[in-house]
């Protein structure tokens, strides 16, 4: 039985695992390597699956490919750590994907950026409480790109039983603060979730643990999972001087490596899974694969990486 939000609000914790999505050569769906990268990941201590997300290539899926890797995910956990499924686009197509998600078995949901508008306050209560109120589960709000949630909204999205917590992939840690603030005062007591939602998240994990923000996506995790829990250990033991070292030394040259080519976010981390030596496949278009020196970079830096370890 999948997780109540009650209880899948108590299990979040860990590291947090984003699985790329993996596509056979003929570009279709594998979920037979897609199992076999949650497995691994899994097995290296992962504290939740966060299937069919960004790094998974959500928009890229169509209802039923969406389905079938959730399943899977569902499948290959057997139950040992929750599994959150992405849920986008606009409201009549996200509430789709909202059963499609039900049906496969996930435990919660992750509500992403509605598509292309850019909506008011009002407009953005309305579309998250609307994805709430059509399910039991538990339903995380992902605050990026044209979902800029001020402190208020997130505080009456917090009053909906079912809505557990609230992703920033904003960075702004003024807005982040007055957030926390509004949902503490309004709701005294609450345990409200907030996750660090940045593109390589280690980066900022020291500002947002000031926050008292400790939940983070590691998009790290899928190819050096050694790696991002050294980091994980570190940020959260209060391990500055470790965290540092990793920082100068891989995090902050994966994020200028990243930053050489769009879509890297996605399409180097898939590179990445590959050089670790799982076949997941390439990137379905929009996205275009990293050039090949680039990747080469990335194995050179993993590498570097480990040797500080």
């Known amino acids: 039985m999948p997780d109540t939000p009650d209880r899948l609000r108590s299990r979040l914790d860990g590291l947090l695992f984003f699985p790329v999505t993996a596509f056979a050569p003929d570009g279709s769906l594998d979920t037979t390597a897609f199992r076999a990268h949650v497995r691994a990941r899994l097995d290296a201590g992962a504290g939740a699956v966060f299937a069919a997300c960004g790094t998974g290539e959500y928009h890229a899926l169509d209802l039923d490919e969406y389905e079938a890797v959730v399943a899977a995910a569902v499948a290959e956990t057997a139950g040992a750590v929750p599994v959150v499924a992405g849920v986008g686009h606009g409201t009549a197509l996200a509430l789709d994907f909202l059963r499609r998600a039900e049906r496969a078995g996930a435990d919660g949901v992750l509500a992403l ?126 391990d500055d001087a470790g965290a540092n070292r990793l920082l100068d030394g891989f995090f902050r040259p994966l994020v200028e490596l990243r930053n050489q080519g769009r879509g890297y976010a996605v399409s180097l981390v898939k590179a990445g899974v590959r050089l670790d030596g799982l076949d997941v496949g390439t990137v379905r278009s929009p996205l275009t694969e990293p050039a090949p020196e680039h990747v080469d970079a990335l194995a050179e830096l993993v590498a570097r990486g480990r040797a500080l370890l």
């Open 113 to 238: 950026p509605p598509y292309l508008v850019k909506p008011s306050q009002q407009g953005l209560l309305r579309h998250y409480t609307d994805l709430a109120r059509a399910t039991d589960l538990g339903v995380i709000v992902y605050a990026r790109d044209n979902a800029v949630l001020e402190p208020d909204t997130v505080a009456a999205l917090a009053a909906l039983d079912n809505v557990i917590g609230l992703k920033d992939g904003i960075g702004d840690l003024d807005l982040l603060q007055r957030v926390i603030s509004a949902v503490r005062t309004t709701h005294p007591g609450l345990d409200f979730r907030y996750f660090n939602g940045l593109p390589t998240a280690e980066l900022t994990g020291l500002a947002y643990r000031g926050l008292g923000v400790t939940l983070y996506s590691s998009a790290v995790f899928c190819f050096a999972p050694d790696l991002a829990l050294a980091f994980h250990k570190a940020v959260n033991g209060g």
